[in-house]
């Protein structure tokens, strides 16, 4: 079923917008009629997403950053509202990195970097998109992973950034919730087309194995969670706060810790690991 919302008249800010899920999510909001501004770290990427936005009717911009440098992200933050013309009213805060591998094995520049770009990241987007934001009314969705509640192998780095990253939103749920502004997760499923997903089940035996473990016997797609991201945005959702809302068939419901356990020893097998 295709879902509707009107986002005329709305600036929505989507950091990480150029590919994959959240991508997804700013060509829904473009759809939806939202004026759109989309940030990532490639000046190609961004220039590829804009055109694709404008191509379906959106007035759209980007603008690169790295969500590792504060004074990057403040500065994208100013020329969004310069070319918004006045606050933010939607901001999702996408940006996310994965090397997998087992707790002994990963480097420490792995780690740093999972966590800078995950959580650090998070909270200079948070700290610099909030001048912007208006007050009343603005909303936020971070994009979380069903790692930060369900522990899995081979992710321990990702399991402890992504359970950062719904801390902070409960937090700022709390702190901001005074000035009108609404600040939630959403925590996507497997999500078929995707980087992520094509790294973390790169076998085809591997992601129908995924597929038959979720309840409702199919993978998201990227429209599943713009949909989600639209909602919570929207008035329908204008009294959700604070929420970490799973996107994800009921599959954190019946076991994705052990289905990614089983997939972590498919490809140490792969790999000769096992």
């Known amino acids: 079923m295709t879902m509707t919302f009107d986002f005329s008249g709305h600036n929505v800010f989507v950091a990480g917008g150029t590919s994959g899920i959240n991508l997804g999510i700013a060509q829904g909001f ?5 004026k759109v501004m989309v940030a990532s770290r490639k000046q190609e990427k961004v220039d590829a997403a804009v ?18 440098d504060l004074d990057a992200v403040t500065a ?13 009213d939607a ?22 970097a999972m ?16 001048p912007h934001l208006r007050k009343p009314g603005a909303s936020v969705v971070n994009i979380s992973a069903p790692q930060a509640f369900a ?28 000035q009108g502004i609404r600040v939630n997760s959403i925590s ?6 995707t980087e992520g997903m094509d790294r973390l089940v790169p076998d085809p035996k591997m992601l129908e194995a995924v597929r038959v473990s979720v309840p409702t016997r199919r993978l ?19 009294y959700v706060s604070g929420v970490v809302l799973p996107v994800d068939g009921g599959w954190s419901l019946s076991g994705a810790s052990v289905m990614m356990a089983q997939m972590a020893g498919m490809a140490d097998k792969m790999m000769g690991n096992g």
Not at 119 to 129: E, F, H, K, P, S
Not at 151 to 174: F, I, R, Y
Request: glycine share 14%; with cysteine.
């Open 30 to 34: 473009a759809r939806w009629g939202a």
């Open 51 to 68: 055109a694709g936005l404008k191509e379906l009717g959106a007035d759209a911009a980007g603008v690169t950053f790295d969500v590792r």
């Open 76 to 88: 994208g933050f100013t020329a969004a509202e310069a070319f918004f013309g006045g606050p933010i």
């Open 91 to 112: 901001l999702i805060s996408g940006a996310a990195g994965n090397i997998p591998g087992r707790f002994l094995d990963l480097s420490q520049n792995a780690i740093n």
């Open 115 to 130: 966590v800078q770009i995950d959580l650090i990241g998070t909270y200079n987007v948070m700290r610099a998109c909030h």
């Open 151 to 178: 522990p899995m192998t081979h992710q321990s780095a990702v399991c402890s950034a992504k359970a950062g990253v719904d801390m902070v939103t409960k937090t700022l749920a709390m702190e901001w919730g005074a």
């Open 188 to 193: 996507p499923g497997p999500i078929q087309g």
């Open 220 to 238: 998201g797609d990227t429209d599943d969670i713009a949909k989600a991201a639209g909602f919570l945005c929207s008035d329908a959702g204008d």
